[in-house]
Antibody, heavy 120, light 107 residues
Framework: QVQLKESGPGLVQPSQTLSLTCTVSGFSLTSYSVHWVRQHSGKSLEWMGRMWSDGDTSYNSAFTSRLSISRDTSKSQVFLKMNSLQTEDTGTYYCARGDYGYNSYYFDYWGQGVMVTVSS | DIQMTQSPASLSASLEEIVTITCQASQNIGNWLAWYQQKPGKSPQLLIYGTTSLADGVPSRFSGSRSGTQYSLKISRLQVEDIGIYYC?????????FGAGTKLELK
């Protein structure tokens, strides 16, 4: 069945780089997009960026120049790298699969999320 | 960016009651609107996509509708398992944006 699982360090120091991995199973990265979504504690969801099925990427301009998304299709993994971390980057990071329906697009499967704390 | 204004922020309702949550898009998004439910400590789960289509396994008491740029999620008869936070999301343009969420509690 379709699964996504995030992994990465739970604690990152300010000004350092966050590196997260989303490992997927049950589908191919060359057939579906994978998105990264952040959630501050008790807050709403914030779309960060996307790895398209063709290998292209899209980013939220709020993270431009700090954020990079890449993938390794042979390992079914999508990577998030974000530099210059600040305390405001503390939150739970999710990866999610994007799919199309008729005149629609949605995130049909989500990972469990990985909590990241930015603190010295 | 397209803003999604969701209301109410919180809602207390009784079992079997009808519940309605709305999202107002700041511009035309067509039917590129999805609804998610998030339970405490869990990841969001897709409820409705394309404004009105139920995701697999979602009970028929959930429904979605649209009037212009206002979108609604309706729960026809509230059940205990429906408690959680609900988010709308527009996927018409990048960045995809979410509403602020509606926290649904039992009265």
């Amino acid at each position: 069945q379709v699964q996504l699982k995030e992994s990465g360090p739970g604690l990152v120091q300010p000004s350092q780089t966050l590196s997260l991995t989303c490992t997927v199973s049950g589908f191919s990265l060359t057939s579906y997009s994978v998105h990264w979504v952040r959630q501050h504690s008790g807050k709403s969801l914030e779309w960060m960026g996307r790895m398209w099925s063709d290998g292209d990427t899209s980013y939220n301009s709020a993270f431009t120049s700090r954020l990079s998304i890449s993938r390794d299709t042979s390992k079914s993994q999508v990577f998030l790298k974000m530099n210059s971390l600040q305390t405001e980057d503390t939150g739970t990071y999710y990866c999610a699969r994007g799919d199309y329906g008729y005149n629609s697009y949605y995130f049909d499967y989500w990972g469990q999320g990985v909590m990241v704390t930015v603190s010295s | 960016d397209i803003q999604m204004t969701q209301s109410p922020a919180s809602l207390s309702a009784s079992l079997e009651e009808i519940v309605t949550i709305t999202c107002q898009a700041s511009q035309n998004i067509g039917n590129w609107l999805a609804w998610y439910q998030q339970k405490p400590g869990k990841s969001p789960q897709l409820l409705i996509y394309g404004t009105t289509s139920l995701a697999d396994g979602v009970p028929s008491r959930f429904s979605g509708s649209r009037s212009g740029t206002q979108y609604s999620l309706k729960i026809s008869r509230l059940q205990v398992e429906d408690i959680g936070i609900y988010y709308c999301q527009q996927a018409s343009s990048t960045p995809n944006t979410f509403g602020a969420g509606t926290k649904l509690e039992l009265k």
